[in-house]
């Protein structure tokens, strides 16, 4: 099981971006996947889950209404589209699956490697 995080770049403010999370080993049929992200000296934050079953997304009121989280079953992909990126939304975003109901990652659950978000001023 592994999953492969990419698309990020430095960006100005204002613009976009929109991150992969290539998942291989499972399926995107039976395991949500969420995005989680990391700003040097902060704690991880979740930023957004898709669910397995209905595809319901889930958002942290920090991103909500400017990211997007979607699927492409047949790619076995997520992606985070970003929109209107501020230097608050600077940061290593990382994927991880499968993630429950809940967007928490289930026990046995992977780590993607990350992908660096730079957002200037």
């Known amino acids: 099981v592994q999953l492969q995080a990419s698309g990020g770049g430095l960006v100005q403010s204002g613009g976009s971006l929109r991150l992969s999370c290539v998942a291989s080993?499972?399926?995107?049929?039976?395991?949500?996947i969420g995005w989680w992200r990391q700003a040097p000296g902060k704690e991880r934050e979740r930023v957004a889950c898709i669910s397995t079953s209905d595809g319901n997304a889930r958002y942290a009121d920090s991103v909500r209404g400017r990211f997007t989280i979607s699927r492409d079953k047949a790619k076995n992909t997520v992606y985070l589209r970003m929109n209107t990126l501020a230097p608050e939304d600077m940061a290593v975003y990382y994927c991880?699956?499968?993630?429950?109901?809940?967007?928490?990652?289930?026990?046995?659950?992977?780590w993607g490697q990350g992908t660096q978000v730079t957002v200037s001023s």
């Open positions: 991880a699956g499968a993630v429950d109901s809940q967007c928490r990652v289930v026990k046995g659950g992977r």
């Open positions: 080993g499972f399926t995107l049929d039976y395991n949500g």
